[in-house]
């Protein structure tokens, strides 16, 4: 996960200059998950209240995108106020929620490579579709994501306890991950890993839509589908950029922190949270069954159950 410490000096400091500054983007902050929240809510009821769609692995891998998200975001924003408010948690506890954070950040980026080629297996290999894209084998390509994403971490709990003394972890912490970093190799793989995990997932998109695009040129019949397969895989794309606005946070800290002290905080609102409050709504509210059964939610109408729908 990025480090995004906010020091007790540098706290104070905003105090000094400006607490109504401070005070608008932590309301700021906490209104955006609301609605986010809210949001996550009524698309979630929708998931569970028509059966089909817990049968269509497109919105299998969806849902799990959205609790992925929210599950990254709520432990984000419980690191973030552990480091302004200096909120100190046992060490088992915060490595945890720094493992979890850490791992539901790679899995975002995952779940959009997998979300994309399904959607080419769909378009390119329509006869197969059905016999691949099963619901038990899109449960198990979840787990076999959480497996990747956790595996890193693990590694690095491994290389934590040959770095630290055996009490290391009686003590009480700080929720960040600069707490945890004992040691270069530690920083050695996570680049490496999100390296290779980012252009991978890039690559994957790129290849799936440019295929995709093909069958839509050649194929008279189907065009229509395919073209619209090629959207949501040019979407995966852009929510693929707004996962990777993470790691400007740091740079963009360095060089121009000295000009604005509220700057961690901005960067942790804009880069780290607000990508991943617009990414899921972006896509629940293009699909089809989605926002018709979400307008009926917000207009307090009954719910009724939608035809089976193809949309993509």
């Known amino acids: 996960m990025v480090n995004y410490t906010l020091s007790g000096t540098a706290l104070k400091a905003v105090f000094l200059h400006s607490d109504a500054l401070y005070l608008s983007i932590i309301s700021l902050l906490l209104v955006s998950f609301a609605i986010f929240f809210c949001f996550f809510s009524i698309m ?11 049968e269509v692995p497109r919105y299998i891998f969806f849902a799990h995108l959205l609790i992925n998200d929210t599950i990254y ?3 984000g924003l419980v690191s973030f106020f552990s480091s302004a408010y200096l909120i100190y948690f046992p060490m088992p506890i915060s490595y ?28 390119c290999f329509p006869l197969r579709h059905s016999g691949w894209c099963t619901r038990q084998k899109t449960i198990l390509t979840i787990v076999a994501v959480w497996i990747i994403g956790l595996l890193p971490n693990v590694v690095d709990f491994i290389i934590l306890c040959f770095s630290v003394q055996s009490d290391y972890f009686s003590v009480y912490c700080l929720s960040v991950r ?36 093909l069958v839509a040129i050649k194929l008279n019949s189907g065009k229509a589908t395919a073209s619209k397969a090629g959207k949501t895989v040019m979407l995966h794309a852009f929510q693929l950029l707004l996962c990777m606005m993470s790691f400007s ?38 699909d ?25």
């Open 73 to 75: 975001i709520t432990l």
């Open 96 to 123: 945890m929620i720094v493992t979890i954070s850490s791992s539901a950040f790679k899995v975002s980026p995952y779940n959009l490579a997998v979300m994309s080629l399904e959607r080419y297996l769909a378009i």
């Open 249 to 286: 946070y740091n740079l963009i800290e360095i060089y121009l922190r000295k000009y604005l002290y509220m700057l961690p905080m901005i960067n942790f609102y804009f880069f780290m949270c607000l990508p991943r409050f617009i990414s899921p709504l972006i896509y629940g509210l293009r």
């Open 178 to 213: 600069s707490v945890f970093i004992k040691n270069d190799a530690q920083e050695t793989l996570r680049f490496v890993v999100h390296s290779l995990g980012f252009s991978l997932v890039g690559l994957i998109i790129v290849f799936t839509y440019i295929k995709i695009m």
């Open 288 to 312: 089809e069954v989605f926002f018709r059964y979400m307008k009926r939610i917000m207009l307090c109408k009954t719910p009724r159950t939608f035809p089976n729908s193809d949309s993509t």
């Open 44 to 54: 979630m009821t929708v998931y569970f209240t028509i059966s089909h769609l817990q």
